[in-house]
């Protein structure tokens, strides 16, 4: 069994280029042991805030602090009826907030979680921020956008593109915190596998760049690396919106291991087991009266002498006699194996290897190609006209051996070099803003040099 240890992430937030206020906020819960990694895992949070002044922040600040903390406080419950209890809980604790305070009415939250387990990785999603995996060359979602887009491209049959360009993107169709009551997403649990990486992003992020972008870059570069890259990029392309990412990379202790053995996971909090008498297998026990019934029917029809008389007609009654008799023992002792299994009881469970949810939603490639890191290197070159005299040189000069790399087919080195020139922009862009502008958090890295 894993003992969670292996895993490296790094979680990076940015105010971006257009906002006066950071109303993303993210957390990180990780396990402070074996034991602790087996009950309840690692846990990844990434919250968008919405509403006016300072309500957006502090229902994203309240989700990231709160989920955590309710979410290991209730880890005597299976793990995807301990998350759904702790966003529910706090969809109510948001919900009492905004209906206290004028200046908090109606504020609202994406929240997206990702728990790690021995058993694989577990979703739990309101609102449309994302969870990937990307695994080898390609990336998935695991998580479903409650956005209006998406509802006009699963329900109307639109494309992508016909979808965005028919509604606004930024229209949430479930959110954590306007309402008492909260329907939440439970995706998974997915298999983990060595290598395997995963990320939560908010819509300042996704907004930006493509998911081949996106893939490409946590694929090709260190956690670290990666977040302050797709941060970088979406700087470059304005950055409209706050900006959040987490990436973590699974290693060997991750890897999902199963076995029959292990116990379901109870989905409510009724009991699995009822405790009255076993359920009575009446379908088999109808199979086997109807199956003696026949048998004697056609025994007698055997049996008859005027039967005998014809082989051929008394061949065929012997023989559906006999497959008579066969049902009948079958269909009993099926019945019988009835009454000793146990009691179904009221209680939901998800057996080992079961999953919840219908995702991965979505699956794109992410393997680099010349397009694919030419349109990262084209947005750079875009932005670059703003740098100053010092940095847009070094910055061309980056460029044009990314541009080399790529078209040598050295991907990773040009995705590198690709990444060295996002720092230079984003040193830029941290270097402009004053004292009274919001700075970005600062990242925090875990588990890498």
């Not at 229902?59 to 709160?66: K, L, M, P, T, V």
């Not at 604790?93 to 109606?106: D, L, V």
């Not at 008799?325 to 079961?354: K, Q």
């Not at 990444?419 to 600062?442: F, G, N, P």
Request: charged share 20%.
């Amino acid at each position: 069994m894993g003992k969670g240890t292996s895993l490296i992430y790094c979680d990076s937030t940015d105010i971006g280029r257009r906002r006066s206020n950071n109303q993303d906020s993210k957390a990180v819960l990780p396990p402070s042991s074996p034991q602790q990694y087996r009950a309840r895992g690692w846990m990844f949070l990434v919250a968008d805030g919405m509403g006016a002044h300072a309500a957006g922040e502090e229902a994203s600040r309240i989700a990231a602090e709160r989920v955590p903390l309710v979410y290991e406080k209730t880890a005597n419950r299976s793990p995807p009826l301990a998350l759904r209890r702790s966003l529910e809980q706090i969809n109510g604790e948001i919900n009492s907030k905004g209906e206290s305070s004028a200046a908090f009415k109606g504020m609202g939250t994406t929240c997206t979680t990702l728990v790690i387990l021995p058993r694989g990785a577990l979703v739990g999603h309101i609102g449309d921020s994302r969870a990937y995996r990307i695994r080898g060359r390609t990336i998935e979602q695991l998580s479903r956008d409650h956005s209006l887009v998406w509802e006009l491209e699963s329900a109307g049959g639109l494309s992508r593109e016909q979808a965005a360009g028919a509604a606004p993107k930024n229209i949430i169709t479930r959110s954590m915190g306007p309402h008492p009551h909260v329907e939440v997403d439970l995706e998974g649990p997915f298999p983990i596998e060595d290598g395997d990486i995963f990320l939560l992003c908010s819509d300042g992020l996704s907004g930006q760049a493509t998911d081949e972008e996106i893939g490409l870059l946590a694929a090709e570069l260190e956690p670290r690396a990666a977040a302050a890259a797709l941060i970088g990029l979406a700087l470059v392309r304005g950055a409209p919106d706050n900006i959040t990412v987490i990436v973590a990379r699974a290693g060997a202790e991750e890897q999902t291991k199963t076995s029959s053995s292990d116990e379901p996971w109870p989905l409510s909090d009724e009991p699995v087991a009822a405790s009255g008498a076993a359920t009575v297998p009446w379908k088999w026990l109808a199979v086997a009266g109807v199956s003696l019934f026949a048998g004697l029917v056609l025994f007698g029809l055997w049996s008859n002498p005027d039967s005998k008389a014809n082989a051929t007609l008394s061949a065929i009654y012997m023989f559906a006699a006999g497959g008579a008799a066969l049902t009948f023992v079958g269909a009993l002792l099926a019945a019988f194996l009835g009454f000793l299994a146990p009691p179904a009881g009221d209680g939901r469970v998800l057996a080992p290897g079961r999953q919840l949810g219908k995702g991965p939603y979505r699956t794109y490639s992410c393997a680099a190609t010349e397009p694919l890191v030419e349109g990262i290197l084209g947005s750079i070159e875009a932005a670059a006209h703003g740098l100053a005299d010092a940095d847009r040189e070094r910055t061309v000069t980056i460029l044009a051996r990314a541009r080399h790399n790529a078209a040598e087919h050295a991907f990773h080195e040009a995705t590198m070099a690709a990444a060295e020139a996002l720092a230079i922009y984003t040193r830029s862009v941290e270097a402009s803003r004053t004292d009274e502008t919001v700075r970005s958090h600062a990242p925090r890295p875990r588990g890498d040099s």
